[in-house]
T-cell receptor
Framework: GAGVSQSPRYKVAKRGQDVALRCDPI?????LFWYQQALGQGPEFLTY????????KSGLPSDRFFAERPEGSVSTLKIQRTQQEDSAVYLC??????????????FGSGTQLSVL | AQKVTQAQTEISVVEKEDVTLDCVYE???????LFWYKQPPSGELVFLIR??????QNEISGRYSWNFQKSTSSFNFTITASQVVDSAVYFC???????????FGRGTSLIVHP
């Protein structure tokens, strides 16, 4: 597609439910990032993929968070047994090449997760 | 470790005023990159500019200008003659040659009143 696409745009979950958030990056982009943005805060890094390889998952807050990008394109962020503190906007971004600090990121519109 | 500080949480101006958004950074990388992104109400962060650490030349793009000063570890963003459409949250970000994962500041919310 022309840009980074994320779905769903909004997700309401009951505490304890599992959720799956989808990111479809720009075609051909090697790098894919997931960020978490709490209300009034900046994006906080969660995890990074270069093609299908998850090279950095140091930002995942707990083992309830899991991400994958099995074919090097679409990525899914899964949160198990959701808690209220998981409520945030989850942003996906992609960039053309891998392991490059000088590249601009292309962001999706995010998934706003509300855990009740 | 990388750190980006945007001390201004919210700025409110009247249209046509000039406004400067501050960004101070910390990094151990000798080669690094600074960015500004704009996040309108729709939520999607949009890239505005990138500056390399070895290029301290200031840049102007229309009503936007950026002042990079290594001596003070700052990369400030000025909007001249602000317009209502400039209302958004602006983020400063930093990545390095080795620390390639971008780190973002907490953002500055700019409100431009007609």
């Amino acid at each position: 597609g022309a840009g980074v696409s994320q779905s769903p745009r909004y997700k309401v979950a009951k505490r304890g439910q599992d959720v799956a958030l989808r990111c479809d990056p720009i075609s051909g982009h090697v790098s894919l990032f997931w960020y978490q943005q709490a209300l009034g805060q900046g994006p906080e890094f969660l995890t990074y993929f270069q093609n299908e390889a998850q090279l950095d998952k140091s930002g995942l807050p707990s083992d309830r968070f899991f991400a994958e990008r099995p074919e090097g394109s679409v990525s899914t962020l899964k949160i198990q047994r959701t808690q209220q503190e998981d409520s945030a906007v989850y942003l996906c971004a992609s960039s053309l090449r891998g392991l490059r600090g000088d590249e601009k990121l292309f962001f999706g519109s995010g998934t706003q997760l509300s855990v009740l | 470790a990388q750190k980006v500080t945007q001390a201004q949480t919210e700025i409110s101006v009247v249209e046509k005023e000039d406004v400067t958004l501050d960004c101070v950074y910390e990094t151990r990388d000798t080669t690094y990159y600074l960015f500004w992104y704009k996040q309108p109400p729709s939520g999607e962060l949009v890239f505005l500019i990138r500056r390399n650490s070895f290029d301290e030349q200031n840049e102007i793009s229309g009503r936007y200008s950026w002042n990079f000063q290594k001596s003070t570890s700052s990369f400030n963003f000025t909007i001249t003659a602000s317009q209502v459409v400039d209302s958004a949250v602006y983020f400063c970000a930093l990545s390095g040659f080795e620390s390639y994962i971008p780190t973002f500041g907490r953002g500055t919310s700019l409100i431009v009143h007609p």
